[in-house]
């Protein structure tokens, strides 16, 4: 369980236009391979590691601003076996508590709970 008034931002991946994969880019020959692999590797760097990377260098700071001023506050529930899987709760700083009491005597049971004072969010998996 974890309580948190931080609601950071999601890693986005960026698109792939333009992919070296299409045999229209450069072509059938064998001596393209030669350019094509380096391409591949600097268009994954780009799309999947320095371009999420520099926007959430740039949204941090945002999200950080914003938590200090709200008064909301995350509980998120993590199961890691057998598959893993994250519920989230929005509640008040006030009701923080009594909302995390209810959730957890309510997961101990088995059941998914809606505190008073809380909104549940949903439950969302990894990779999908």
Same mark, same amino acid.
């Given at each position: 369980?974890?309580?948190?008034?931080? #609601?950071? $931002?999601?890693?986005? !991946?960026?698109?792939?236009?333009?992919?070296? &994969? +299409?045999?229209?880019?450069?072509?059938?020959?064998? &001596?393209?391979?030669?350019? !094509?692999?380096?391409? #591949?590797?600097?268009?994954?760097?780009?799309?999947?590691?320095?371009?999420?990377?520099?926007?959430?260098?740039?949204?941090?700071?945002?999200?950080?601003?914003? #938590?200090? @001023?709200? @008064?909301?506050?995350?509980?998120? #529930?993590?199961?890691?076996? $057998?598959?893993?899987?994250?519920?989230?709760?929005?509640?008040?700083? !006030?009701?923080?508590?009594?909302?995390? +009491?209810?959730?957890?005597?309510?997961?101990? !049971?088995?059941?998914?709970?809606?505190?008073?004072?809380?909104?549940?969010?949903?439950?969302?998996?990894?990779?999908?």
């Amino acid at each position: 369980m974890y309580v948190s008034r931080f #609601a950071g $931002p999601v890693w986005q !991946e960026g698109g792939n236009e333009g992919s070296v &994969d +299409d045999p229209g880019v450069l072509g059938t020959r064998s &001596d393209a391979v030669l350019v !094509e692999i380096p391409l #591949a590797v600097i268009g994954f760097l780009w799309s999947s590691i320095l371009v999420p990377l520099l926007r959430f260098v740039f949204v941090v700071p945002f999200a950080v601003l914003k #938590a200090r @001023r709200s @008064r909301s506050v995350w509980i998120e #529930a993590m199961c890691f076996y $057998p598959e893993p899987e994250t519920r989230t709760w929005s509640t008040t700083a !006030e009701q923080v508590e009594s909302s995390l +009491d209810e959730i957890v005597v309510g997961l101990q !049971e088995g059941k998914v709970v809606q505190p008073k004072g809380a909104v549940y969010l949903g439950s969302r998996e990894p990779g999908r």
